[in-house]
């Protein structure tokens, strides 16, 4: 390597004169990085006889039918590897009422199943009075709708709240809106026909895998009200486009106010129950715990929450943004799974005050609201830049994130750094 150079067998005098090495020696100063990789060689060799097998390193750790506890270390091996499977929203894109395909944000549970929309069908059973199998082709058949819908994942903001939970190391950008294709679910229902002890409706998809311990499918239920909700779907398209495998190819549920988990992905059968539905995605996991030893309540609706389109320019790690001196047009979004949203405020001083936003038309009932803030960054320096959302139910976001053993439904004040130079 250019510039390195390996250390002479001389010795160094006290009064920092360089011995001679020998007849004819040169000067070989030894660089940092030229004494690294040899310290690293000598390590290897003296420890090569007695190491254990390992990956890169890493010693693959075994299931455990626990999570671990939260941590406040920096994020573990096996966040890093859920983080690369199951990547979030590209914020600058906030400024977009539809989310292009390929930046919205996907959570993955346990494997993306193999599936073909030739042979695939549902069915619709349990506490119905006619049972019904339903090929794709007859679900396009009928009424069909187009509905720009938010998700986002209840695990949003986990990684803001400390010691955190341990499992996808989100911060703010697990969100989205598609344009979905797709038949209302309430006349399938209908056409099934509930029986009067009708409780839950549940949707199992057709991937499964262990959490907790438990091999199951993933699967959630809606009380009947909430099934029968206008806004409720079942879609096999997004933004024109055959859904993504994914986003739950061929087919997928769609529940427009709660958060993402009930939105089941490849949708294998739809099941009427006369009682609460007790699963290990909704009684165990997707859980408000106050403490390990509250069994807390189930995450349901989105909370309210806004969110600012980056501005200026990042730098490349710290994503801090830059923005010349002047007039800076600041764009977001905001939504809520509670109502229409009738307010965004900004503060350009860490929260510390507040200026109300422009809000501008929704392009769906079930789509975030934009809005824009004109910032006059007039004084050089560094800031801090938030905005916070409020809902027609009278819900606005906390300054700071709460904290909850499984780390959900973290609607805190989002916090974004700027430098005006």
């Not at 996907?106 to 019904?132: E, K, Q």
């Not at 056409?191 to 839950?200: P, R, S």
């Not at 490849?266 to 909704?282: A, F, M, P, R, S």
Request: glycine share 10%; aromatic share 8%.
């Amino acid at each position: 390597m250019r510039g390195s150079r390996f250390p002479a067998t001389g010795t160094t005098g006290g009064d920092g004169a360089r011995a001679p090495a020998g007849e004819g020696s040169t000067d070989r100063r030894l660089t940092r990085r030229a004494a690294l990789s040899l310290g690293g060689a000598l390590a290897g060799a003296a420890t090569a006889a007695t190491a254990a097998p390992a990956l890169a390193g890493h010693q693959p750790r075994q299931p455990t039918p626990d999570r671990p506890p939260p941590s406040a270390d920096l994020i573990s091996y096996e966040e890093a590897v859920l983080a690369f499977r199951c990547h979030g929203f590209h914020e600058e894109m906030l400024d977009r009422p539809i989310t292009p395909l390929g930046s919205h944000y996907v959570l993955i549970h346990f494997d993306i199943p193999a599936l073909s929309a030739d042979d695939y069908a549902i069915t619709v059973g349990g506490r119905v009075n006619t049972p019904l199998t339903l090929s794709l082709a007859d679900l396009k058949s009928r009424p069909a709708i187009k509905q720009p819908t938010i998700l986002e994942c209840a695990g949003v903001g986990r990684s803001l709240a400390h010691p955190r939970s341990i499992y996808v190391p989100w911060f703010r950008e697990p969100m989205g809106v598609y344009e979905y294709t797709g038949t209302p679910l309430r006349p399938i229902l209908e056409e099934a026909g509930l029986l009067d002890d009708a409780t839950d409706v549940v949707f199992t998809g057709f991937d499964s895998g262990i959490d907790l311990g438990v091999k199951h499918a993933f699967e959630r239920a809606l009380p009947v009200d909430e099934a029968l909700k206008d806004g409720v779907m079942l879609a096999w398209d997004a933004n024109d486009q055959p859904l993504l495998p994914e986003h739950g190819f061929p087919l997928r549920l769609i529940v427009p106010t709660w958060y993402g988990m009930a939105s089941v992905k490849w949708l294998k059968k739809i099941t009427v129950i006369d009682h609460t539905y007790q699963g290990v995605e909704q009684k165990q996991v997707y859980r408000l715990q106050p403490s390990s030893s509250d069994g807390g309540r189930a995450v349901r609706e989105k909370a309210v929450r806004a969110a600012m389109k980056p501005p200026g320019f990042p730098d490349a790690i710290s994503r801090m943004r830059f923005v010349s001196p002047g007039r800076v047009e600041l764009r977001g979004m905001a939504w809520s799974g509670s109502g229409p949203i009738t307010a965004v405020e900004v503060s350009a001083d860490d929260r510390s005050t507040w200026q109300p936003a422009t809000l501008e038309e929704p392009v769906s009932p079930y789509a975030w609201t934009p809005w824009r803030f004109t910032w006059d960054a007039n004084a050089t320096g560094e800031f801090i830049l938030s905005c916070r959302a409020t809902d027609a139910a009278g819900n606005r976001q906390p300054l700071k994130p709460f904290w909850t053993v499984q780390g959900m439904a973290q609607n805190g004040v989002e916090r974004i750094p700027v430098r005006v130079n």
